[in-house]
């Protein structure tokens, strides 16, 4: 078993910036990849971003390209989001997720094994 628990999240202007992390206990992280999807108000749940294993290889949503980053501490069982640019539409609960296959990079929700209760951002315009 794997507990998730997400920080960072928060209020902030268009433009600015938020660090999520998402701390890790339980079973082996570093074996783990993970991902961070987002809700927002009224919406389904979507993907983010995903990291595998050892941080060798990532992938973005394309509406997040070049404005957010994902990586990885594993001596420290925490991943993070980085979150620059922020727009009103970036407001939403964010949750990360841990799936047992560490290489592979997963974009559905259906593809991970476990989850945290989910930080709330929210963009001001």
């Known amino acids: 078993q794997v507990q998730l628990v997400e920080s960072g999240g928060g209020l902030v202007q268009a433009g600015g910036s938020l660090r999520l992390s998402c701390a890790a206990s339980?079973?082996?992280?570093?074996?783990?990849?993970m991902g961070w999807f987002r809700q927002p108000p009224g919406k389904e749940r979507e993907f983010v971003a995903a990291?595998?294993?050892?941080?060798?290889?990532?992938y973005y949503t394309d509406s997040v390209k070049g404005r957010f980053t994902i990586s990885r501490d594993n001596a420290k069982n925490t991943v993070y989001l980085q979150m620059n640019s922020l727009k009103p539409e970036d407001t939403a609960v964010y949750s990360c997720?841990?799936?047992?296959?560490?290489?592979?990079?997963?974009?559905?929700?259906?593809?991970?094994?476990?989850w945290g209760q989910g930080t709330q951002v929210t963009v001001s315009s």
């Open positions: 997720a841990a799936r047992k296959i560490g290489y592979i990079l997963g974009t559905a929700i259906w593809e991970y094994d476990y």
């Open positions: 339980g079973r082996t992280f570093s074996g783990f990849s």
């Open positions: 990291i595998t294993w050892n941080g060798g290889r990532t």
